[in-house]
């Protein structure tokens, strides 16, 4: 059974910075492309930040472009997201998908204050 578990979340003022991490198990992590989305209140899900297996190739949404970076440790089944120059309109719920498979975890609240 695939399991995915977000944390690092909180809130931060506007400019400041979080590293969320996704701990990963019941799968063969290095074997699987893992993505970030996030889903703020009243608007759907919406794709952050993706990495490749392998090269490890990324991704991101042109609203967090140059400011968030998604990195990966696939000796501790774990993905990670740095958040940097944090907006309030970043706040939202923040989840992690084994992209191909559609498992998804329960995700991590990041709240950013003006």
């Known amino acids: 059974q695939v399991r995915l578990v977000e944390s690092g979340g909180g809130l931060v003022q506007a400019g400041g910075s979080l590293r969320l991490s996704c701990a990963a198990s019941?799968?063969?992590?290095?074997?699987?492309?893992m993505g970030w989305y996030r889903q703020a209140p009243g608007k759907e899900r919406e794709f952050v930040a993706r990495?490749?297996?392998?090269?490890?190739?990324?991704y991101y949404a042109d609203s967090v472009k140059g400011r968030f970076t998604c990195s990966r440790d696939n000796t501790k089944n774990t993905v990670y997201l740095q958040m940097n120059s944090l907006k309030p309109e970043d706040t939202a719920i923040y989840y992690c998908?084994?992209?191909?498979?559609?498992?998804w975890g329960r995700g991590t609240q990041v709240t950013v204050s003006s």
């Open positions: 019941g799968l063969t992590f290095s074997g699987y492309n």
């Open positions: 990495i490749t297996r392998g090269s490890g190739n990324t």
């Open positions: 998908r084994v992209e191909g498979r559609g498992d």
